[in-house]
């Protein structure tokens, strides 16, 4: 699994916020993110939108209205959401939420210019579904063995409303 620095400071406390759409993690180095869904939908660490090696990278379009719907706790290193399109592939690791909020405004400006590089839009209505990487039939699955999020919708309940976690012993 990508990034699992010992040094990275580890969270004690998650809130989904719904109408917002934010996902608040608190670390206990008392830094506190809230963390937009489409940003953390954008910058999964899936291989659906990382791609399976350098330069097949997936753009991820029309995501402005993506909500969480579960978010179920992984060991403990991370957690993993099912956002509203079906994406659920992505571990989200202590290190990467961190860095997502940590790096937020960066990232988020690196985003919005390939958005405006590509002609694509964050807007749904414009998007018409993100263009796959070639060899990736996502109708008939492909060789790498999963489904890059075309499952089925999760609950509507998330898993998680807000958590407390114990700090680093």
């Not at 993110?33 to 939108?49: K, N, T």
């Not at 390939?114 to 749904?124: F, K, N, T, V, Y």
């Not at 998330?158 to 976690?165: D, F, K």
């Amino acid at each position: 699994m990508a990034g699992l620095n010992k040094d990275t400071p580890i969270p004690t406390r998650f809130v989904l916020h719904g109408a917002s759409r934010v996902l608040e993690v608190e670390f206990d180095d008392g830094k506190v993110f809230r963390l937009p869904f489409e940003h953390m939908r954008v910058h999964s660490p899936s291989a659906e939108v990382r791609g399976h090696g350098v330069g097949q990278e997936v753009l991820q379009v029309g995501k402005k209205d993506v909500t969480i719907v579960q978010l179920v706790p992984v060991g403990n290193y991370g957690v993993q959401p099912t956002f509203s399109d079906g994406h659920s592939t992505g571990i989200y690791s202590w290190d990467i939420l961190y860095d997502l909020g940590d790096n937020h405004d960066t990232l988020w400006q690196a985003y919005l210019a390939q958005l405006e590089a590509a002609g694509a839009s964050r807007d749904p209505a414009d998007a018409g579904g993100a263009a796959a990487p070639a060899g990736h039939d996502h109708a008939h699955g492909h060789a790498c063995g999963h489904d890059h999020g075309n499952s089925p919708a999760a609950p509507s309940e998330p898993a998680i409303t807000e958590v407390r976690r114990g700090t680093r012993q």
